[in-house]
């Protein structure tokens, strides 16, 4: 799996959770939903995402995100 695919994946299932989170517990888990929002805004305007880095030290490589 390539590092595109898992920060998708990943920001994907936090917006899910979060926003599931928000409605049946407290929506306070709604600040988690705008962080991976704002952090998805930030990477795309500078080209900075911590999780990459982590990736990468981790040893997955960098693909094709979309075919």
Do not use: D, Q
Not at 3 to 29: C, D, N, Q, R
Not at 39 to 55: D, E, K, Q, R
């Amino acid at each position: 799996m390539t590092i595109e695919k898992i920060v998708m994946l990943v920001a994907g299932f936090m917006v899910l959770l979060s926003t599931l989170l928000s409605v049946y517990h407290t929506p306070e888990w709604l600040y988690l939903t705008g962080f991976v929002g704002a952090n998805l805004m930030f990477s795309g305007i500078t080209g900075f995402c911590p999780m990459v880095i982590i990736l990468r030290k981790l040893g997955f490589k960098h693909g094709i995100a979309f075919r």
